[in-house]
C-alpha cells in the first residue's frame, strides 16, 4: 500500500485523469455503434417483440382494463 | 421441435405488489410528517423518534428502499420469467428475498428513529442490517442470474441487461461504501474519513439513484409500455446504445455533489463532463419509451396505465434535463444546499418511480386477479392526484430553493451581507413549506383511492396463482457461432462480468488517486484527532440527524466566507469518520461554529438554551427542541472502545490513551457545565448536552487557533 502510494505520487500530470477518461468513454462509444449499426435489423425487430409474444396475451388483453 | 409446458408464479409478484402498496403509503406519510415539521416545528415536542432529524433519515430510506425496492421485485419477478419462458430458478430464494427485504424493512423502522445510524445519507442502516442488504441482494442476484441461464430464449431481452447491471452494480456500491468497523451491536465508524468518505459517499449516492432508482425502472419500463400498449419498443437498437452508454458514464458522475467542496478539482471536473455527458443515453430511453406509444396516443386518453406511463418518463426526461443542469458549476453554486435538490429528486420519485410503479400495478391488477380493474374511473382520479400533487410539491420548492439561494448571496451596496441574519431566508419561504404540504397530500390522497382499487380488484376477481405457457428447450450450442453483441447477450455470466468491468472503470479512476495521492488530501498540522467528550458530541450529532438540515462545508465565495468564515480544506476533516458535509442547509452550516467572530458562533449558554427550546432564542426558528439532551446521562461507557476503533482508523490517539480517555472527557465535561452554573444555568457535568456544546465549539476551532494554515507538505 505504501509502495503502491509512492509509486502513484511520483507520477506526473495527473491532470490528464480526466482527458484519459474522457478518450477510454470515446472509443467505448464508438466501438458500440459499430457493433450496432452492423447488427441485422431483422434481429432487432424480432428481440423487440419479446414482450409481446405470449400465446396466451389474446386471452389476457380483453380481461384487462383497456378498452 | 418438442414443446415444453412449465407455469409462471403469480404468488411472489403479487407478495411484493401488496408490499410496495403498503410501504408505499408508510414512506410517504412519514414524509408528510417531517414536512407538517418544518412549518410547525414544535409538532411533535420532545418526542426524540419523532423528530426531523430521525424521521428524514426513515423517510428517504422507505421511499427508495422501500416503496421503489419492492416495486422493482414486484416487475421483475413478473416479467423476468415470462422474458425467458422459463420458471424463476428457485421458489425458495424467492421467498428467502421477499421476507428477508421485509426484515430489514422493519429493522431500519426500529432503528432509524431511535438514532442508530452510520450519518451517510442514504446509507444510514448501521452494520448488521448491511450485512443483511448484501445477503438478500445476492440472494435475489443468484435467483436472477440462474433464471437467465436456465431461460428458453437465444436471446436475452433488453430488459433484463438493465435488471442484470442493477443487480451487479448495486452490490458493489453497497458493499464499498458501507464498509466499517463496530463499535457495538448498533454503533460503527466507516472506514473512510472526510473528502475521501465524501468520494465514496457521493458515488454511492448518486449511484444508488442511477442503479437502483433508474435503471431497473428503465428495465420495466422495457416491458411494460410495450405490454401496455401493444407495441414493441420503438428503436431495439437504440436501447442497446443507450443500456451500455448509460451504465458507463453514470458511475463517474458522484463528484458533482461535491463542487466547490474541498474534494480536489480533478474530480470535479470529472464529475460535471461526465454529468454532462448522460443526458445523451439518459434522453435515449426517455425517447425510445415515448416513442414506444407513436400510433397509441388515443389510447393515452383513455388508459389510466398509459398515462402514467406518459407522465413518468416525462418526468424523467425533466429530471434528467435537470441533473446535468445542476452539474453545471455556475448553477450549482445557486441550487446547492437549498430546496431546488429536493424539488429535482421528488419529480424523480414521485414522477418518474411513483408513476411508472402506479402504471405497473394497474396493469398487473386485472392479470393477477383474472378480472376488470374495479374501478377505471377512481384510476383516473388518481393519476390527476398524482400529477397535480407533484407539481404542487415541486414547483413551490424550486421558488423556495431559488429565492434563498439568492438571498443567501445578496450583498448591500455597502458590500455587506443584506440578510445576514439566516432566519430571515427561513422566514421568506415558509410559505412555499406550506404549498409542498399541500402538493405531498394530494399525491398521499391518490395513492389511498389506489389502495382502495388494490382491495376491491382483489375481492371481485380470483387470484391467478399460477400461469401456464409453453416453448421450445433452449440449445447453448446454437449461440456458439454468434459474434459480438450478440455472444455476450446469449452468456448471461459474460454479460454480468462485462458489466462489472463497465461499471468499475470510473469509480477505480476516482478511487485510486484519492486514496493513494497524499497531495489530493493536504494535511494540515493544526488540525488534531478530537477530545473523548467531543467524540461523544460528535456521536451525538450524528444519532440526532443534525446533517440533514446543518451542513459543514463553506465553499470558497464571498458570500459564504463573509457569513460563516474561512473556506472548508480538505485537510480538517481527515478525522472525520463519516464526514458531515451535509447536502442541505435548512439551518445555516456549522463548520466554522466554534470559530469567535463567526455569524454563527454562538456561546455555551446559547447553546443550552437553544437546544431546550429553539424558539425562545430565535422566536422564528424552525429547528425542533431537544430536550431529551438535557435530560439523559451521557454513556461515557463506550468511550475506550470508541478510541480503539478510531486508532485502529488510524487517528493518531496516544497508545493506551483508551484507558485514561474517560478522565480526560470528564475534566473538559466538568469545565463547560462549570462555566454554564456560573451563568446560572442548573446542569451536571454527566448531561448529553455538555458532549453537544464541546463538539459543536470545537468545529472549525483547530485552523482558526493556528492562525493561518501550516500545510506539512
Not at chain 2, 435503471?215 to 410495450?226: A, I, S
Not at chain 2, 463547560?672 to 452554573?677: D, E, K, N, S
Request: net charge neutral; hydrophobic share 50%; charged share 15%.
Amino acid at each position: 500500500m505504501r509502495l503502491a502510494r509512492n509509486v502513484l505520487e511520483g507520477v506526473v500530470g495527473l491532470e490528464i485523469f480526466p482527458i484519459i477518461g474522457f478518450i477510454i468513454f470515446f472509443a467505448f462509444f464508438i466501438g458500440l455503434i459499430i457493433w450496432v449499426v452492423r447488427m441485422n435489423s431483422k434481429d432487432a425487430d424480432d428481440y423487440s417483440h419479446m414482450p409481446l409474444d405470449m400465446d396466451n396475451e389474446e386471452s389476457l388483453s380483453h380481461n384487462g382494463n383497456k378498452s | 421441435m418438442e414443446l415444453q409446458k412449465f407455469t409462471y408464479d403469480n404468488r411472489i409478484a403479487r407478495m411484493f405488489l401488496n408490499a410496495t402498496v403498503l410501504w408505499g403509503i408508510v414512506a410517504m406519510l412519514v414524509g408528510l410528517l417531517i414536512a407538517l415539521e418544518l412549518v410547525f416545528p414544535r409538532l411533535t415536542h420532545g418526542v426524540s423518534f419523532l423528530s426531523f432529524g430521525r424521521l428524514r433519515p426513515l423517510h428517504t430510506n422507505a421511499a427508495i428502499f422501500a416503496f421503489v425496492g419492492n416495486a422493482i421485485f414486484m416487475g421483475i419477478y413478473y416479467s423476468l420469467p415470462r422474458l425467458l419462458k422459463t420458471p424463476i430458478y428457485s421458489q425458495a430464494l424467492s421467498s428467502i428475498n421477499f421476507w428477508g427485504w421485509q426484515l430489514i424493512i422493519v429493522s431500519a423502522a426500529l432503528t432509524l428513529p431511535f438514532g442508530y445510524t452510520v450519518g451517510k445519507e442514504y446509507a444510514e442502516l448501521e452494520w448488521p442490517i448491511d450485512i443483511a442488504i448484501a445477503i438478500v441482494w445476492v440472494v435475489f442476484g443468484i435467483n436472477l442470474i440462474m433464471t437467465t441461464i436456465k431461460r428458453r430464449t437465444k436471446h436475452i431481452y433488453v430488459a433484463i441487461w438493465f435488471y442484470i447491471a442493477t443487480f451487479v452494480t448495486v452490490a458493489v456500491l453497497h458493499i464499498v461504501n458501507s464498509i466499517s468497523i463496530p463499535v457495538s451491536f448498533l454503533k460503527s465508524y466507516p472506514v473512510y474519513a472526510g473528502v475521501q468518505d465524501a468520494l465514496v459517499q457521493w458515488w454511492y449516492g448518486h449511484n444508488a439513484v442511477a442503479f437502483f432508482l433508474t435503471t431497473p425502472f428503465l428495465g420495466l419500463m422495457y416491458y411494460f409500455v410495450p405490454k401496455a400498449a401493444n407495441r414493441p419498443v420503438y428503436s431495439y437498437k437504440l436501447s442497446i446504445i443507450h443500456f451500455w452508454s448509460l451504465i458507463f458514464l453514470y458511475i463517474w458522475a458522484g463528484p458533482h455533489h461535491l463542487l466547490y467542496s474541498a474534494l480536489p478539482d480533478w474530480v470535479q471536473a470529472l464529475g460535471v463532463v461526465f454529468s454532462v455527458m448522460l443526458i445523451a443515453p439518459s434522453w435515449g430511453g426517455m425517447i425510445n419509451g415515448l416513442l414506444t406509444l407513436r400510433g397509441a396516443w388515443d389510447k393515452v386518453r383513455q388508459d389510466p396505465v398509459l398515462k402514467m406511463f406518459v407522465v413518468g418518463i416525462t418526468a424523467y426526461g425533466m429530471a434528467t434535463f435537470e441533473g446535468p443542469l445542476l452539474s453545471l458549476k455556475s448553477v450549482n453554486a445557486i441550487s446547492h444546499f437549498t430546496d431546488w435538490t429536493i424539488a429535482h429528486v421528488h419529480i424523480g420519485a414521485l414522477g418518474w418511480n411513483g408513476m411508472l410503479t402506479f402504471g405497473m400495478i394497474y396493469w398487473l391488477l386485472p392479470r393477477l386477479y383474472k378480472t376488470k380493474l374495479w374501478s377505471v374511473k377512481l384510476a383516473n382520479a388518481h393519476f390527476w392526484l398524482a400529477t397535480t400533487g407533484m407539481l404542487f410539491f415541486a414547483i413551490p420548492l424550486y421558488f423556495a430553493g431559488i429565492t434563498q439561494s439568492l438571498m443567501w448571496k445578496e450583498f448591500t451596496e455597502e458590500g455587506f451581507l443584506k440578510y445576514p441574519n439566516f432566519m430571515e431566508t427561513v422566514v421568506q419561504i415558509l410559505p412555499m413549506y406550506f404549498l409542498r404540504v399541500f402538493g405531498g397530500l394530494l399525491y398521499i390522497s391518490g395513492v389511498v383511492l389506489l389502495i382502495i382499487n388494490v382491495i376491491k380488484t382483489a375481492q371481485i376477481g380470483t387470484f391467478v396463482a399460477t400461469e401456464e405457457d409453453e416453448a421450445p428447450a433452449f440449445k447453448p450450442e446454437s449461440i456458439s457461432g454468434d459474434r459480438g453483441h450478440r455472444r455476450i447477450e446469449g452468456k448471461p455470466v459474460l454479460f454480468t462480468i462485462i458489466a462489472l468491468v463497465v461499471i468499475s472503470i470510473g469509480g477505480i479512476v476516482q478511487f485510486v488517486p484519492m486514496f493513494m495521492v497524499e497531495s489530493n488530501v493536504p494535511t494540515i498540522s493544526a488540525v488534531t484527532p478530537y477530545t473523548p467528550l467531543e467524540l461523544q458530541g460528535r456521536d451525538i450529532y450524528l444519532r440526532e440527524g443534525c446533517y440533514n438540515c446543518h451542513s459543514q462545508m463553506v465553499r470558497p465565495f464571498r458570500s459564504e466566507v463573509e457569513r460563516y468564515g474561512d473556506y472548508s480544506k480538505a485537510g480538517e476533516a481527515v478525522y472525520d469518520h463519516p464526514f458531515q458535509f451535509g447536502s442541505k442547509r435548512t439551518g445555516p452550516d456549522l463548520a466554522r461554529a466554534g470559530v469567535p467572530g463567526s455569524l454563527v458562533h454562538k456561546p455555551n449558554s446559547w447553546h443550552y438554551n437553544h437546544f431546550l427550546d429553539p424558539q425562545k432564542m430565535i422566536p422564528q426558528s424552525i429547528m425542533p427542541p431537544y430536550p431529551w439532551l438535557i435530560k439523559r446521562d451521557l454513556d461515557i461507557s463506550s468511550t475506550p472502545k470508541k478510541i480503539r476503533v478510531m486508532q485502529a482508523l488510524g487517528v493518531p490517539y496516544p497508545d493506551g490513551y483508551d484507558q485514561i480517555a474517560n478522565d480526560d472527557l470528564m475534566k473538559q465535561a466538568n469545565q463547560i457545565a462549570q462555566g454554564l452554573r456560573n451563568e446560572g444555568i442548573e446542569v451536571d457535568d454527566t448531561k448529553e448536552v455538555i458532549a453537544m456544546i464541546a463538539y459543536i465549539q470545537r468545529l472549525g476551532a483547530d485552523i482558526h487557533r493556528a492562525g493561518s494554515l501550516t500545510s506539512t507538505k
